[in-house]
């Protein structure tokens, strides 16, 4: 089996995602006696991808002090509300949208003026990126509304997506969105936020905001070999901790192999579409032709790799996860 890891030169394709490069997938016995006697080989190295699924929510909830690291992460991510206090809802693994289950990790924060606001933090993907980051910002609402009540009184919600790709290409790895009147630019509320980091745009230098050296930090950690110097404080000794794959559990290292292999398939399958895309466009000479190969190659490819899946026994549910085809799709193949 291959997975596929970032190299430390990439290239950057029409997406702004990095070049792949495939590693021969160590086996489970491999993966324990490098921990154990921390080798490092091939394709893994020192520390945790934190941007994965399983790997993002053991740094940002579950190990060790991470309440105070997703604090020092909220407080760089939305500087004007000073952070008191923050707990954990039970929210964090619940997806309305049926076969979507990707984590994301909600909290109730305290100010220091004894305000209560609602964040939801998550990897946001590429596909339909604005239009998910709406319908998933809906629930953090619906939760604090009592059914069969007229009134529509709840904590502000700010809806926080870090992503792999880029919004604009005007340099900023900082995006804000609110809602606002069009021409007069008057904000209709200041209770939903939308606040998305573009880690492909953050640097990592000594003069770089705290911001970027964060962004930077999330999203090349699986490269280091050890902590950079120029990222210090208490914020990147906490996040490197939580990231050093010689602390994983036995459970925690086969989630992070899961992810990394569904990782693997993901960019595989964007990687096939994009170049079915542009050689259709090429073909027909219009913008519409890449978009058109795009989106078919995709589902093309997530078909035949559901298949597979179901050939070798995978569940419905499992297999829906991976590929995002509906459970009729799938039943269908």
Excluded at 25 to 39: G, K, N, Y
Excluded at 70 to 88: D, H, N, T, V
Excluded at 222 to 241: H, I, Q, R, S, T
Aim: net charge negative.
């Amino acid at each position: 089996m291959l997975i596929f890891v970032p190299d430390r030169a990439f290239l950057t394709s029409a997406y702004g995602s990095k070049c792949w490069r495939p590693v021969a997938l160590p086996t489970a016995d491999e993966f324990q006696r490098a921990m154990e006697t921390s080798i490092s080989f091939d394709g893994l190295g020192r520390y945790a991808d934190v941007l994965l699924d399983s790997s993002f929510k053991r740094s940002f909830k579950e190990y060790g002090n991470a309440k105070r690291l997703m604090q020092l992460f909220l407080e760089a991510l939305i500087p004007e509300r000073k952070i008191k206090s923050l707990e954990y809802t039970s929210e964090e693994s619940t997806n309305q949208n049926i076969g979507k289950k990707g984590v994301r990790v909600d909290v109730e924060c305290v100010d220091e003026n004894g305000e209560r606001f609602v964040v939801e933090v998550q990897r946001a993907e590429q596909n339909d990126f604005y239009d998910r980051s709406v319908f998933n910002s809906t629930f953090a609402i619906q939760r604090q509304i009592d059914r069969g009540s007229d009134r529509y009184r709840f904590k502000p919600v700010y809806f926080i997506g870090i992503i792999r790709f880029s919004l604009a290409d005007d340099g900023r790895y900082l995006h804000r969105y609110s809602l606002r009147e069009e021409q007069s630019g008057e904000l209709m509320t200041d209770d939903l936020h939308y606040v998305f980091l573009d880690v492909t745009k953050c640097t990592g230098g000594p003069d770089a905001p705290f911001l970027e050296q964060i962004g930077y930090a999330l999203g090349n950690m699986v490269n280091f070999k050890e902590k950079p110097k120029g990222l210090a404080g208490e914020f990147f000794d906490l996040l490197f901790k939580s990231a050093d794959l010689s602390t994983f559990a036995d459970e925690d290292k086969i989630k992070y192999l899961n992810d990394m292999t569904t990782e693997r398939d993901i960019r595989n399958q964007i990687a096939f579409a994009h170049d079915k895309g542009v050689e259709e466009g090429r073909e027909e000479g219009l913008e519409a032709g890449i978009a058109k190969g795009r989106e078919e190659g995709r589902e093309e490819a997530f078909k035949d790799m559901a298949r597979k899946l179901k050939a070798e026994g995978g569940s419905v549910d499992m297999i829906s996860r991976v590929t995002g085809l509906t459970e009729e799709q799938i039943l269908a193949l």
